[in-house]
Every structure is written in structure tokens, then in C-alpha cells.
């Protein structure tokens, strides 16, 4: 699989990333945490995406409440694969209900031993703030993340679901106080959701960083399996989680998804193989998260790596959702 680097962090990635969220659980909600892939489906998960040329899981110490990691870890040992996939997690998220959350540095050494200990490691190579801490002076954040740079125990730092404003404030006073800087950006991105180009993708490119999006499927609304005045699938994101997508149920939506899965079959493949592959042909994006639940969804999904959209066909398919 092609590789590319991440922004000037000095690591590469291969265009797709192994995403972690539904081992143990199904994100960072408590109330779901024991649900999504057990041990072994997430055994199969790894195995397959290793052996389909992915060099990076993607986690969070509060996936699953810790179960994540703790599976990830323990695929490690037993497997010891070489060379070892590139490990991404990420900070700020309750690990519980009526937990603590936030980027306070303290909180941040913390979690981190605590997500080195369930990986069963003794550095992560990349460490991601999960979102914007609004309590805690970016500064004091990041005094944290580049202590945790210069002790060898985080490779490359970056930042989630923040907004091109947030990302201006890190990047300053990065350079102001000489601190380890934010090297790419993990914002959720899709034919439904175009926020980063808003003002973060022009961010990134004026910064040179990197940028892995999340979600290019919209919880599955791109896959097309939403149909109108029908209930959600068992299991799916809108029957565990409504309230992330419930914007979407409406009628022009459901008519630009039409559109889209007849231009999914024009093109020969499926709706998750085009939505993945407009996401990456995005020239801002490095690499692309993807969540399948099953090998067989992973290895469907390959297919988006040799579909090659050019800047006309991205504007057409962009043209079916209007903003």
C-alpha cells in the first residue's frame, strides 16, 4: 500500500488507517462501553488490515473505556508483529461516567502511562488531544505534549476536532514558546460533513501539516443502508448513537444519497468505495481512518486506493450534497 509522510512529523503512514473505535465498545460513550468487536473480531480486524499493507492503528485511552487499547496491547504481544504498526491514540475524553476529562498537563502524563500500560509499550508513536479543552491555556497543553516529545515517550503530537481558529491559537503558540507543534489534523471529513474547508485544510497546507480525516462514511450514511421511513439497521451508528446524525434525516439528504449510490454503481463499485475514495483524492489528505467491523468490509474498502477521482469528478459527486 502507498505510504506518505505526515506532514514534517518525520513519520509515514500508509493511505489508510486502522480505525480502533468499536473494539470494546463503541467510541468514547460510556453507556456503550462492552459493545462493538470482541477480542477475536478485533484480532481478525488487525490481522487482515496488517496483512493489506496498513501501517497504522488508530485508538483513544477512552475507546471502550480503555478496552481499545487493552486489545490492541495484547494482539502486540501475541503476535509481535515486525515491523510494529504505528500506534495512534489520543487524550481528553472521560475514561467512565463521572469521570475526569480535559488536557490539563497533569491529566495528560497520567493517561498517557496509563494508555502505555494497555498497549503494553514503552513510547506511542502518535498522540492526538481527542478535541478542544476550553479550561485549560493551549500553552499549558501543549508544555505537556513536548515534555512527553523530549522524554522519548510520544514520537509526533496532534489535534482532533478542532476548528481552524483553535488550530491558528496551537500553531502560535507553538512558535511563540518553542514547543512541540501539532503536525497534522484528525477532523471528521465526508461528502456530509466539508467543514475542513472552512479555513482548516488552508491551514494545513500554509503549515505543512498533515491531515487524517475520520468518518468518510458519515456514520454510514454514505454507505446508502439508511432508507427513508425504515428503522436503523441493529448495531448501527443511528440505532447506538442517533443524536451525531439525526441532522441528516431529511429529505434532500436522502435524495442526494440516491444520487449518489446510482453513482457508485456507474462507476462499478460500491457507495463506501466511492465515499472513501473522494475523501482521499482530496489533495490536503495524507490518509483516510476507516472503521470496518469485519475483515470483509476492510477488504472491500481497498478498493478506494486504485479508484482515482479527478478534480471534475470530485466536484460532481460534491455537487449531489449541497452545503
Excluded at 209 to 221: K, M, V, Y
Aim: proline share 7%; charged share 25%; hydrophobic share 40%.
Amino acid at each position: 500500500m502507498e505510504t506518505r509522510a505526515l506532514g514534517r512529523s518525520g513519520l509515514s503512514t500508509s493511505r489508510l488507517l486502522l480505525g480502533c473505535g468499536t473494539f470494546g465498545g463503541v467510541g468514547s460513550a460510556p453507556e456503550l462501553f462492552g459493545l462493538g468487536e470482541s477480542e477475536e473480531e478485533a484480532f481478525q480486524l488487525m490481522d487482515t488490515a496488517v496483512a493489506a499493507g496498513i501501517t497504522v492503528f488508530d485508538t483513544a485511552d477512552a475507546y471502550g473505556g480503555g478496552r481499545s487499547e487493552a486489545m490492541i496491547g495484547r494482539w502486540l504481544a501475541e503476535r509481535r508483529p515486525e515491523p510494529r504498526p504505528l500506534l495512534s491514540t489520543k487524550v481528553y475524553n472521560p475514561m467512565g461516567e463521572h469521570e475526569d476529562r480535559g488536557l490539563a498537563p497533569a491529566r495528560i502524563f497520567r493517561q498517557l502511562h496509563s494508555s502505555l500500560e494497555r498497549l503494553g509499550v514503552d513510547y506511542v508513536d502518535m498522540y492526538v488531544i481527542h478535541d478542544w479543552d476550553p479550561d485549560t491555556p493551549i500553552a499549558e497543553t501543549l508544555g505537556a505534549l513536548d515534555e512527553l516529545v523530549r522524554a522519548g515517550k510520544v514520537s509526533a503530537i496532534a489535534a482532533s476536532n478542532v476548528s481552524a481558529e483553535q488550530l491558528a491559537e496551537a500553531l502560535e503558540a507553538s512558535a511563540e514558546h518553542g514547543l512541540a507543534r501539532f503536525e497534522w489534523v484528525q477532523n471528521e471529513y465526508s461528502l456530509l460533513h466539508r467543514e475542513p474547508e472552512d479555513g482548516v485544510f488552508a491551514l494545513c497546507e500554509r503549515n505543512g501539516l498533515g491531515f487524517t480525516p475520520f468518518s468518510p462514511l458519515a456514520g454510514g450514511w454514505l454507505t446508502g443502508k439508511y432508507e427513508r421511513n425504515t428503522t436503523a439497521p441493529p448495531n448501527s451508528r443511528m440505532a447506538l448513537r442517533p443524536a451525531e446524525y439525526v441532522a441528516y434525516e431529511k429529505e434532500p439528504t436522502y435524495d442526494a444519497i440516491d444520487r449518489f449510490v446510482d453513482a457508485a454503481r456507474t462507476r462499478g463499485v460500491s457507495p463506501p468505495v466511492l465515499a472513501v475514495a473522494w475523501a482521499l483524492s482530496h489533495p490536503r489528505v495524507t490518509a483516510t481512518l476507516i472503521g470496518p467491523r469485519r475483515p470483509a468490509q476492510l477488504q472491500s474498502l481497498l478498493r478506494a486506493l486504485d479508484l482515482e477521482l479527478d478534480e471534475s469528478e470530485r466536484a460532481e459527486l460534491a455537487e449531489l450534497f449541497p452545503r
